[in-house]
């Protein structure tokens, strides 16, 4: 089913199907389509990545670039804003800007997160999730999570 996304998920480089998966599920939750930026560390038709979507990856918009200049190009054919980026280096928090529909979010891959070439021109665009010091990072799904259900939460309190 077509459908004019709330959210707009950006999974950089992910590497772990399962994760992937889950993110797929919380994007037809919210409302998102689910963008995948290559290369891909899984094939898209793996195991995992299907039983962690469980029978709601049919539900899912989703698309596949194969590079960040490719989704660039894509985004803006259909109006998209610029992008947030989500990295535990930045300074600023994730709720302390406003978010609004069509919004994208973007998240790096499990084990390198985004590239500091990519963060670096978007320094005033990355937003943290913050965490105490003991734990290194978020899990992916959980991330995009919490990201996705701050801008619904956003949402309803204007209604």
């Avoid at 996304?5 to 480089?13: A, K």
């Avoid at 660039?72 to 978010?99: D, H, I, M, N």
């Avoid at 734990?135 to 919490?146: E, K, P, Q």
């Amino acid at each position: 089913m077509k459908y004019e996304p709330l959210l707009n998920v950006v999974l950089y480089q992910p590497e772990i199907p399962h994760n992937t998966g889950s993110v797929g599920r919380t994007c037809v939750a919210v409302g998102a389509k689910l963008w995948l930026v290559r290369p891909l560390g899984f094939r898209i038709d793996d195991y995992y990545l299907r039983r962690a979507g469980l029978d709601y990856w049919e539900h899912l918009e989703w698309e596949i670039v194969d590079d960040w200049p490719a989704l660039v190009q894509r985004l803006s054919a259909t109006a998209c804003r610029e992008p947030w980026f989500f990295t535990k280096t930045a300074t600023r928090l994730y709720t302390s800007v406003g978010f609004e529909c069509g919004d994208v979010f973007v998240f790096g891959g499990e084990s390198q997160g985004l590239p500091p070439s990519l963060l670096k021109v978007n320094r005033d665009r990355a937003l943290l999730i913050p965490i105490r010091s003991d734990v290194r990072s978020l899990n992916l799904s959980n991330s995009v999570a919490i990201a996705a259900y701050e801008a619904l939460r956003q949402w309803r309190s204007t209604d």
